[in-house]
T-cell receptor, first 118, second 111 residues
Framework: NAGVTQTPKFQVLKTGQSMTLQCAQDMNHNSMYWYRQDPGMGLRLIYY???????DKGEVPNGYNVSRLNKREFSLRLESAAPSQTSVYFC?????????????????FGPGTRLTVT | RKEVEQDPGPFNVPEGATVAFNCTYS??????FFWYRQDCRKEPKLLMS???SGNEDGRFTAQLNRASQYISLLIRDSKLSDSATYLC????????????FGDGTTLTVKP
């Protein structure tokens, strides 16, 4: 049971190049997320997907596209990379957990992709 | 104003100390709250989910005050291995649980 896996672990791009970050989970979760984390800051949500076939914008979607290929996989694409997209990218997945009257989405993260755009 | 705000620290404490972190949230619609732990250059890992008014797990106690819109994390008998950044998270219980992360509080426990 690998949890959430991400590829690649590291990537260096030149400005204007494109690439796709891959994410897969084996926990049969419906919801998946892409975040970016800049140095000294918390995670900011780029896009999320509540279920296979649906995607929604998060806090910082500009410059990115996503694809929920199936229940397991959620990819993030940079069409024309910019230096401002240098960051660590984390993928996560979750399903709601119920405790009494509360319902919460505990998220499980992949190891991240460290992207540098020069 | 950020939706989830934390004191960034750093907190430097000796082993065995008790340390508390506070977090405030501005979105009154948030239903669920979490504390995640993040080690340097690693992914965040769920430490505790905060249900109702709070809960306890060993040396860790989380409390939630909905009226004042803050969450706290108390760590008792600090260990060297507790050194990490602690992220406060507020989320919904619908819409895929879309969540907002605080910027984190850094803790260093020293011998």
């Amino acid at each position: 049971n690998a949890g959430v896996t991400q590829t690649p672990k590291f990537q260096v791009l030149k400005t204007g190049q494109s690439m796709t970050l891959q994410c897969a989970q084996d926990m049969n979760h419906n919801s998946m997320y892409w975040y970016r984390q800049d140095p000294g800051m918390g995670l900011r949500l780029i896009y999320y997907s509540a279920s296979e076939g649906t995607t929604d914008k998060g806090e910082v979607p500009n410059g990115y596209n996503v694809s929920r290929l199936n229940k397991r996989e959620f990819s993030l694409r940079l069409e024309s990379a910019a230096p401002s997209q240098t960051s660590v990218y984390f993928c996560a997945s979750s399903d709601p957990r119920t405790s009494g009257s509360y319902r919460a989405y505990e998220q499980y993260f992949g190891p991240g992709t460290r992207l540098t755009v020069t | 104003r950020k939706e989830v705000e934390q004191d960034p620290g750093p907190f430097n404490v000796p082993e065995g100390a008790t340390v508390a972190f506070n977090c405030t949230y501005s979105n009154s619609a948030s239903q669920s709250f979490f504390w995640y732990r993040q080690d340097c250059r690693k992914e965040p890992k769920l430490l505790m989910s905060v249900y109702s008014s709070g809960n306890e797990d060993g040396r860790f106690t989380a409390q939630l005050n909905r009226a004042s819109q803050y969450i706290s994390l108390l760590i008792r008998d600090s260990k060297l291995s507790d050194s990490a950044t602690y992220l406060c998270v507020g989320g919904g219980n619908t819409n895929a649980g879309k969540s907002t992360f605080g910027d984190g509080t850094t803790l260093t426990v020293k011998p």
